[in-house]
């Protein structure tokens, strides 16, 4: 009864508690190989994996994951992160450690997300200047 | 007698302020998921590419829009998904695998261009609905408030319970609507805090027991239970034997005639164009939805070749936790349900919070009148902002959804931070102004201002203003417009008339 009563409980856990896991192993051939599943062992296969770079936030590669559940493909010459993409919530970016043999080339940092930090320094903003007012009316009382 | 007063107080003290935790962050849950009820209609809203009108289903023409978007996703014979159109999803959407979702007109047979639509209102709404947009943290955060409102249920019926059992006459004018409004509501309490707790906090928590009932071979509770539930119905192997399949529409009658009960949502292939093709129908009973929603759902299995029926899921052959399982789900995420169940969630969320609030100022009062100081203030201002100020920040975040172009380079930051500065903005707003009423009386000015000039600038971005949605009988879309019209001229009458309003002179002087 007790089993029953638990295993009632826990069944809700099933639609989200699996997780994406992918690692990126180095050939030493200037090339890596990519291995996608979800942490319950099932395939990703269909899943979007890019390779974007970090410097511009270009995609330098693209392909969806196939029925092997992994991809072979050459090491970028720039900074680079991976990410995997199964659909909403199951999304996974990872940095890639990976580099090519003479490390990877400079690439002039265009990548600032401007908006996010105009609108996170406003916010705050707004915030510090609320409680500059109270204070003032504290004080003025 | 004395034990029993101190334990009566003590409870008392821990209603009141485990209340005022649970309040924010419960309050804030309550409006996106009051938001949320709407997704799917929200969701296609702003998918400029999914502005047609819903199809009528004898209409549909299966062979041409699957054999166009298995062209699309490179012509893949396993594992592949089809959602059909429905009313929350006009589209019909296709997956191989993980894959991101193609989308075909149901009118015109052709590919949606969704390049850059990627249903971000309908997502934060969500993502703030569950986990105030903090990942995990959140999940946990809003897990803790739901077990908190367990508490504060049972605690608050105790209380009236004794009130009752005393004769009491509750005078406070807010306690009176807090406890009323809360009784009335306490089926949807009960429901959003059982189900908001063990969403919350048992995802988050669930590798002991997995640990412990596996005797220490796994953490994953999935990994263990998932194989035993969600069973895959085909597991034959490919014959590797080419063989010419059925049409599709073919397949879809003979399902519908051998299971005339089951609303077909999806189509799964597996080993297509193989002898051992197999197409998956699956779907929830027209006549039992509660037990056959997103976690039991229904399916007839044919073989892709001869149309033959191999196998048939029915509510007798699948477990009865599953139909409990089922019946949790739906009255938390009504999938399937139109937009009568849908409004009655609206208003029963409505009502939920302004019971939440008016429990926050029995409290708030209180304190003003026995302490009077700006510490006290302060909370206030802070409760107009949550309260209130959320109203026009959210407003303010659908303008900008339709003002920024698409292809705005970090859009969804502008849109996303545009919604957290103009809440920040509120509360510093409800500080600068000496009383609270006056300040909420200024949002609900702001609100209509951005209510209105949403319905307008989606009109301008889609070319679809309301009167050529009524034209075009494309009535989500109309109902959408025309629901936002009038919120945003009702919130702008509400605000003129907010002095004359004899009930809101009871906020004065906070």
Redesign the interface.
Known sequence: MIK?I?????????????TLIFNALDNEDGTMEIEAMF???R??????FKIISIATSQILYEK??P?SGSLIVDVPKEAYTLLL????G?QLEKNGDIKPKNGFQEVVIKNI????Y???I???L??L???I??FL??KK? | MILENKYIKSLKISHTYLGIFAIFFFYISTFFGTLTVFKPYIATWESPSKHFQVIDKSKINLDIMITKGLKELNN?T??VTITYPSLTEKALGM??????NVYINPHTNNVLPTNHESQLLS?FFNKMHYDINMSKVGQFLMGITSIVMIFLTISGIYLWLLNRKKRAVISNFWLRWHKDLSLLMLPYIIVFSLTGA??GI??SL?SP?AYS?SNGIET????I??PI??SNPVKIKSENVKATMLSYSRLYDIAKINYPILNISTISLFNWNDKNARIVFRGNLINNRILTSR?NRMNIVLNGETGEVVSKATLDNTHK??H??SA??FFHFITDEGILVRLIYLITGIIFAIGLVFGLFVWIEKKIKKENN?YF??IS?ISTAFSIGIIPATAFTLCLYWLFPFNL???D??I???F??M???T??Y???KKDSIDAAKDFFYLNAIFLISTVFLHGNTTNLFLWNSFEQSIWDIFYIDLFLLILGIGSAFFAIKMNKIKFLNKFKGY
């Open positions: 029953k638990l295993f009632t409980l826990m069944f809700p856990l099933l639609l989200n508690a699996h942490s319950t062992g395939s990703t296969e269909g899943a979007n969806r994951i029925t993409d199964s659909g909403p199951h997300n401007f908006a996010f105009f609108t996170l406003l916010s705050i707004f915030i200047l609320a409680f007012l109270q009316k504290i009382n | 893949p396993n594992n997956r191989y695998g993980f894959s991101e997502n063990v969403l048992m995802l669930s027991f009932a994953n509770m999935s990994k239970v998932r539930i969600f976690t936790v599953s409990a399982l949790f789900y700006s203030n302060i201002k380079e970090n859009r930051s502008w996303i931070g545009g957290y500065s809440w920040s903005f509360f510093c409800s500080v600068y």
